[in-house]
């Protein structure tokens, strides 16, 4: 049986096929460009991970302009996240278990994310930046001392651990936890990669895993508050209500997953990007705090961590000269929207002081599902390069980046890199 409803449209890329995704980067890119040139929003067939239980669906419409991107974020009426934020069709039940409030509508969203911004607030992460310098130190300081060589894999031994023990560290879990909570976010995120299991039984095996920890630690942290963020989450109230058990243990699962591949796969592409634009590390880094805001959005642009997600019509409209009916699927890829020539000047350069505006859209692109915690994942980024450059100014990428075989993150596993 096919695997399939239908074919992809003639004369375009197949980015329904895995394929597409682990093949060269350069190709990718200029697929990309034929799309956003192509009328309308061609549509494209699902696939599904291997041993899933659910069906290919109806197919979707890709969204590759950065301005349709944009629309479809600012219209949530028009738009929908509540019937899923993934291609793919799962029962409301497990949109909400995986995704949290993403997958979720007004009013539902609102109260949530109500509830949880909490513990988001802007004083709350001017208070952390003194506890992200401490650790980005400690995490260079442990990687020079275990590798007097001075090489080592990037990913593994700073990228990989600063976000994770950042957000381990603000949500109250112990040290002895931490490696448990990697390995976690790994096979959720990389579950179309063989090398995290790549099978939807061990998907479902790990969620749960992961599901079944934050509850226990949201009761225990209602039950005996103390100075982290869970304990501010599970105490706090918006008109008399409060998070449920359940509703915490979704809640860290979008958190601790997003909070660290995100800002992980950042740091890594920031990396490769300065070491192989020699002119525009040297720009940044010889005038650091001119360029570090700009630096930052520039490295989220060009990298794009997080390449899509899905939105679900609701009633009859139109979109990049689209006719749409209620119930499609529009795909909205930010990794192309953050490559469109028709709102960046020359996108596939790295450019560490390129203008704000037109914003880019590896946040979200505005609307009520605009990221969360873009805000803390700035000043982690901004304060890890900081001290990159002070500890260790020779800092570079070696090799080629192991890509995660992903359509969904774009995931660095591996990045060896050299300090002497």
Not at 127 to 154: C, N, Q, T, W, Y
Not at 192 to 212: C, H, K, Q, W
């Amino acid at each position: 049986m096919s695997d399939v409803t239908f074919p992809a449209p003639e004369g375009l890329p197949d980015i329904s096929q895995m394929e597409f995704w682990t093949g060269p980067r350069p190709e990718r890119l200029a697929a990309f460009k034929q799309l956003r040139d192509t009328p309308g929003l061609p549509k494209f067939p699902e696939r599904f991970l291997e041993g899933s239980p659910f069906p290919p669906g109806p197919g979707y419409f890709v969204v590759t302009r950065h301005e349709d991107v944009w629309a479809a974020s600012r219209n949530s009426e028009l738009f929908c996240s509540g019937q899923g934020s993934n291609i793919t069709d799962l029962p409301q039940e497990l949109n909400e278990f995986y995704g949290s409030m993403i997958n979720m509508d007004d009013p539902k969203h609102f109260r949530l994310r109500s509830i949880v911004s909490k513990g988001f607030t802007p004083r709350h992460v001017a208070d952390l930046e003194e506890r992200i310098r401490d650790k980005a130190i400690e995490i260079i300081d442990r990687m020079v001392a275990k590798h007097p060589d001075g090489s080592a894999d990037f990913v593994h031994e700073f990228a990989g651990p600063l976000p994770l023990e950042i957000i381990c560290s603000m949500m109250g879990i112990p040290e002895s936890d931490y490696a448990s909570i990697f390995e976690w976010t790994n096979t959720i995120l990389g579950a179309t990669d063989p090398e995290f299991g790549g099978t939807y039984e061990r998907l479902l095996e790990v969620s749960l895993e992961i599901f079944a920890y934050a509850q226990a630690l949201g009761e225990q942290r209602r039950a005996n508050p103390t100075d982290d963020i869970t304990s501010a989450l599970m105490t706090a109230e918006v008109d008399g209500d409060r998070l449920t058990p359940q509703e915490f243990g979704s809640f860290f699962i979008l958190l601790v997953v997003a909070g660290n591949e995100t800002t992980r796969n950042a740091l890594t592409h920031g990396l490769y990007a300065l070491t192989h634009n020699p002119e525009q590390r040297a720009k940044w880094f010889g005038d650091f705090e001119t360029h570090a805001k700009t630096a930052i959005e520039e490295i989220v642009r060009y990298a794009t961590p997080v390449i899509h997600f899905r939105r679900t019509v609701t009633a009859e409209t139109e979109l990049g000269g689209q006719h749409l009916e209620a119930g499609d699927k529009v795909v909205l890829f930010y990794s192309s929207a953050n490559r469109d020539e028709r709102v960046f000047d020359n996108p596939d350069a790295f450019d560490v002081a390129r203008p704000l505006q037109p914003a880019q859209v590896g946040f979200g692109a505005g609307g009520p599902h605009f990221c969360l915690g873009a805000n803390l994942a700035r000043r982690e980024l901004t304060i890890a390069f900081e001290e990159l450059h002070r500890r260790l100014p020779n800092i570079r990428s070696v090799g080629e980046p192991d890509y995660l075989q992903s359509n969904f993150i774009n995931g660095i596993k591996r990045l060896g890199c050299t300090w002497n």
